[in-house]
């Protein structure tokens, strides 16, 4: 069982935007802004799409953006393409003096 | 372009021992700490263990502490995960990833994986 929960699947249709949930606690989640975001295309490496819940790596479309209220972050996709298809993970800090990150369960989202 | 190329998965039978490697080129290797992240079959992504700059420091996430070990070799541009006493629940594929230098928190690149199954 994955410690933070996200939606199993998303769908949009293209140029449509969609956000996707990743809930937590408040030992993550809401107690650290070390909230990311990863793409995965499936036989692919994955790759980070945003850190610090909302800041996006160099070449990442502004696309992308991340929020966060409490124990719950949000990763929104707007105009969606083709190419965002593609199984999404959220990711938080959970350690204290100990590293230790939580991920989420991850989401499909399929674009229509 | 950084890349992150791992191996030496396969077939092993319960309680037996496997050692992944992870060959990392296009950036200076002995200034990043280095991740192990894996996913079992259906399931999420899983933090294992990462390693310090210099090797000084290890973590390892509670289900494999005292049974796995990762290390580093800075003149090979290359990070290890010895795994010993395997089960069942540790089939899946591992990826090797490389933290950002900011915070050490986030896994900037990742490779493709490689996949590790346990079963008689």
């Known amino acids: 069982q994955s410690a933070l929960t996200q939606p199993p699947s998303a769908s949009g249709s293209l140029g449509q935007s969609v956000t996707i949930s990743c809930t937590g606690s408040s030992s993550d989640v809401g107690a650290y802004d070390y909230v990311s975001w990863y793409q995965h295309h499936r036989g692919k490496a994955p790759k980070l799409i945003i850190f610090?819940?909302?800041k996006r790596p160099s070449g990442v479309p502004a696309r992308f953006s991340g929020s966060k209220s409490g124990n719950t972050a949000s990763l929104t996709v707007s105009g969606l393409q083709a190419e965002d298809e593609a199984v999404y993970y959220c990711?938080?800090?959970?350690?204290?003096?100990?590293?230790?990150?939580?991920f989420g369960g991850g989401t499909t989202l399929t674009v229509l | 372009e950084v890349q992150l190329a791992e191996s030496g998965g396969g077939l092993v039978q319960p309680g037996g021992s496997l050692r992944l490697s992870c060959a990392a080129s296009g950036f200076t290797f002995n200034t990043y700490w280095m991740t192990w992240v894996r996913q079992a079959p259906g399931k999420g992504l899983e933090w294992v263990a990462n390693?310090?700059?210099?090797?000084?420091?290890?973590f390892y996430v509670d289900s494999v502490k005292g049974r796995f070990t990762i290390s580093r070799d800075n003149g090979k541009n290359s990070v290890y995960l010895q795994m010993n006493s395997l089960t069942a629940e540790d089939t899946a594929l591992y990826f090797c990833?490389?933290?950002?230098?900011?915070?050490?928190?986030?896994?900037?690149?990742w490779g493709q994986g490689t996949l590790v199954t346990v079963s008689s």
């Open positions: 390693i310090k700059e210099d090797g000084s420091r290890t």
């Open positions: 990711s938080s800090y959970a350690g204290g003096y100990d590293f230790d990150v939580a």
């Open positions: 610090d819940v909302y």
């Open positions: 990833a490389r933290h950002d230098v900011d915070t050490a928190i986030y896994f900037e690149y």
